[in-house]
């Protein structure tokens, strides 16, 4: 399976997210199975809006933090998330 295309397996979750930061609210938009664009509203500097993402990405997928990282585009708007679930 390509690494740009959702991948799930019993323990792991490959996403794609596009990453608006310094928004006025905090908003999940599931554009497909595989894509979503999250607004935050923390500025990209000092890996703010990358912590606020996580955040954000744990409470939506009901995970702890620890279990998501950012497996490209840490200093891109466009990021590949790994998700253990």
Same mark, same amino acid.
């Given at each position: 399976m390509d690494t740009k295309t959702l991948q799930n397996s019993r323990d792991k979750m490959e996403i794609l997210v596009t990453v608006v930061p310094n928004s006025k609210k905090i908003e999940v938009?599931? *554009?497909? #199975?595989?894509?979503? #664009?999250?607004r935050v509203d923390a500025p990209p500097v000092g890996g703010?809006?990358?912590?606020?993402? *996580? =955040?954000?990405?744990?409470?939506?997928?009901?995970?702890? =933090?620890s279990s998501i990282s950012i497996k490209r585009g840490i200093k891109s708007r466009k990021k590949i998330i790994n998700i253990n679930i």
């Open positions: 938009i599931r *554009i497909d #199975k595989k894509n979503y #664009k999250i703010k809006a990358n912590k606020k993402l *996580i =955040e954000i990405l744990s409470y939506y997928f009901n995970v702890s =933090e």
